[in-house]
């Protein structure tokens, strides 16, 4: 009998955590029989039914918290009898490019299609492969269906050894994961087929740079209200009202203006780095405005405590992949304030890979455990205990912090891993037993930095070299 409703959310589930499951055929017995075809919680299944009954009766939970549904997890604990008639057709994964996949809709509908990629052509050791890079995407659109899209992608990324993360909510998706090069490819591929994001993403979307699987500690993939945390309901300042995009090419035209018009103090354009202060300290475009700001949920207060600065003025806009751009254009465009806005299509990532020595200069800071990846030599930031030249982020070494911090190998030798000597002293009284009191999570760092800084126009100078 059909299945509608809950049901068919529940059966969905069941079915992509099966297949998330499933061994790679390359890597099955090689003596001519099936052998292990899934292996889950360090279980090895041959049969079909041995799969099923174990999930339903030990991931029921799992599934209820991926399909967002009361009454999945009661659908989840199907008998093994009931699990093998109704779900079996839905765990054979279609084409790549079939837009029914597995939620029975009709070809070339705009709902989510959960179809995985086959991978019995691909030899484990390809799918699984350490050499092979990082992807950065993301997608601003209408879902429906955010907990479906993210069951999905949560599969998707199982299926294909990924990890990383992934940030789903109804107003699209974002996401950066790491994997084989072949797993990465047919990543692009089934993103690119599926049906919710048809005319909107591209190839030209996904930023890559050399890396893997190893590059995050695990996978995360969850449903939120924003794809990029700026704190703002998106229903209030949406995608749809952003700046003008320019291409990177278009984007260096004008930041070469930009710094020839500043040299001779004639400029009314602001260059303004929409990231972090800790990404912007690494590398950054010459002549840039760069807020000291820890967050990017404090970049509305930025704007607010500093309409001054960008009343009638020309707004060159930049950020990692461009996302944060998106809403933090379309927030400085609901001030009225500006002349124009304009921001970076792609991001510094695209810009570097046609202008690795152009206007950008240092490293580009990346949210994974790189923490940056180089295009030029230049070194634009110092070590924070003896000044020396030096780019290359280490936790600080106190537990009870999570701040970055620029330590060269000399001064990390002498023992001076913290962020600041608040933390150093924290560090010292864990390693030598002297406190057993619990340290707060707070350092000299957060403490002297001002939540949103306020620029001083009359006083401000540019340096267009520096």
Known sequence: APVTGGACGAFQAFSLFVKAKEVPAAA???????????????????????????????????????????????QAGLTAKQAAAEVSPLSVPAPAG??????????????ISCTLPD????????????????????????????????????????????????????????????????????????MLSQPLFKDILCQEDFKSSAGGA????????????????????????????????????????EVEQYLSQASQGQSNTILLDCRNFYESKIGHFQGCLAPDIRKFSYF?????????????????MYCTGGIRCERGSAYLRSKAVCREVYQLKGGIHKYLEEFPDGFYRGKLFVFDDRYAICSNEDIISACRYCGTLWDQYKLCS????????????????????????????KELKVTSGA??????????????RPRVPIEHVSQRTLDAGK
Not at 216 to 242: A, C, Q
Not at 300 to 316: C, G, I
């Open 28 to 74: 099955r017995c090689p003596a001519g029989g099936e052998g292990v075809r899934w292996r889950c919680c360090r279980l090895a299944f041959e049969e079909l039914s041995g799969i099923h009954r174990h999930v339903a009766l030990q991931h029921a939970g799992d599934i209820g918290q991926q399909v967002g549904l009361t009454e999945a997890g009661q």
């Open 98 to 111: 079939n837009a029914d996949g597995l939620n029975g809709h009709s070809r070339g509908s705009p709902e």
């Open 119 to 190: 991978t019995s052509h691909v030899s484990y050791d390809d799918l699984t492969s350490k050499v092979g890079e990082v992807l950065l995407y993301y997608c601003y659109c209408e879902v429906k269906d955010p907990e479906k899209l993210c069951a999905w992608q949560k599969a998707l990324c199982q299926h294909l050894h990924l990890t990383g993360k992934v940030r789903v909510a109804s107003e699209g998706i974002n996401g950066t994961v790491g994997g084989s090069k072949v797993a990465t490819n047919l990543y692009i591929e089934v």
């Open 214 to 253: 190893h590059c995050f500690p695990d996978l995360r993939v969850g449903v939120f209200k924003e794809i990029v945390p700026m704190g703002i309901d998106p229903k209030i300042v949406s995608y749809k009202e952003t700046g003008i995009h320019l291409s990177p090419q278009e984007f260096h035209r």
């Open 300 to 316: 509305p207060s930025y704007v607010d405590e500093n309409l001054e600065l960008f009343k009638d003025k020309r707004v060159l």
């Open 398 to 425: 106190s537990q009870h912090c999570r701040q970055l911090v620029l330590t060269c190998p000399s001064c990390h030798n002498k023992g001076l891993t913290a962020c600041c000597s608040v933390c150093q002293e």
């Open 435 to 448: 406190s057993g009191q619990t340290l707060k999570e707070e350092c000299e760092c957060t403490r002297r």
